[in-house]
């Protein structure tokens, strides 16, 4: 990549953002002028980019001015008020948010899985969720070998996924309850206490009685792996995990596959690593995969119920893997296009 790009991270002060940031730096990434943007709120806060301190500035549509990729995650509501201005500036967004990503008109990427996807933008590519980003490239090589007829999908997200308050919230709780057991605590951005608790709520209830969130993975599998015939169903939890998202994953597959062959396929696919031998403890927990750009498989067994099942556990850094790394990488195939 000998071209240099000016590049502008918009929620630089959030969680997924300074991910975002560390990523660019880390990975090398070709930068020629760097503008970390926010909202109002942490606007005027400094950040750290290649060694040089930077303020934050507050994101408005001439900040984009002379960009050429923006990275965003600030919010859907500021993604759908400030993406199209960016584009109109001819600034390419990667977009970390809901808004765009069910849009036929956005591509929905995650490179391993169909970077081909990425030269049909018109301005804004949609980074997927991160519990679907995570899956996904877990799911691909099973799909190209032996289709996919259904998936039952259970996960166990970290509170970082919310946000750092979140995070926050949860230490404040667990120090309350480990201070006095009977403490009531305060309960601010999670719907329940999360300190010793799960949470079988990801945001807000539709009236089929799946959350948002538990449909996001649905659709977003969906165009990620261009087929639209997969039955899925999920239930996504909060648990009291700082970082790293777990999911319990059974696929029915369209011809058989033995578990054997899946920890082959799964062990040649880029950023995937196979962590499976149970017998000597060998599986991934949330703990192994903070700052590893892979995402760790294991428990991967056939599915005694059924003729074609294969049962896998996934685990991933939900800000790195599943939000920052994701996009940088969409950056790179840009510029290499």
């Avoid at 975002?20 to 909202?39: C, Y």
């Avoid at 329940?192 to 009236?207: E, G, H, M, T």
């Avoid at 950023?271 to 192994?288: Q, S």
Wanted: aromatic share 6%; net charge neutral.
């Amino acid at each position: 990549m000998s071209k240099k790009y000016n590049v502008c991270v918009l929620g630089a002060t959030g969680m997924v953002g300074r991910e975002m940031i560390k990523v660019l730096e880390q990975r090398d990434f070709p930068v020629n002028q760097f503008l970390p943007l926010a909202s109002e709120r942490t606007a005027g806060t400094k950040v750290t980019f290649k060694g040089k301190e930077y303020t934050v500035e507050l994101a408005e549509p001439g900040s984009f001015e002379g960009m050429e990729i923006g990275l965003f995650s600030a919010g859907a509501k500021i993604s759908e008020k400030l993406a199209p201005e960016a584009v109109k500036r001819k600034c390419i967004v990667i977009d970390n948010t809901s808004h765009f990503r069910m849009d036929p008109n956005v591509p929905l990427i995650v490179p391993e899985v169909n970077g081909h996807a990425i030269k049909g933008h018109k301005g804004i590519i949609a980074n997927p969720n991160c519990s679907t980003a995570q899956m996904v490239l877990a799911l691909k090589p099973i799909y190209d070998a032996a289709g996919i007829e259904r998936l039952v999908i259970s996960t166990y997200q970290s509170t970082s996924g919310w946000g750092k308050e979140a995070v926050a919230e949860m230490y404040e709780q667990t120090k309350a309850v480990l201070a006095d057991p009977s403490a009531k605590v305060e309960v601010k951005y999670l719907p329940k206490r999360i300190a010793f608790n799960v949470i079988p709520q990801i945001d807000s209830f539709l009236d089929n009685g799946y959350t948002k969130e538990e449909l996001k993975m649905v659709n977003e599998t969906r165009k990620i792996l261009e087929d639209d015939s997969i039955k899925i169903t999920a239930t996504t939890v909060r648990v009291p995990v700082a970082i790293g998202h777990s999911e319990s994953v059974n696929i029915q597959t369209k011809k058989k596959i033995s578990a054997a062959k899946v920890r082959e396929l799964l062990s040649k696919f880029p950023t995937v690593k196979v962590m499976d031998d149970p017998a000597k403890g060998v599986y991934p927990t949330p703990i192994d995969c903070v700052g590893s750009d892979d995402t760790l498989v294991g428990r991967i067994r056939e599915d005694i119920s059924i003729p074609n099942g294969i049962e896998m556990w996934i685990v991933s850094d939900n800000l790195r893997r599943g939000a920052a790394l994701n996009a940088v990488l969409i950056a790179e195939r840009l510029s290499n296009a």
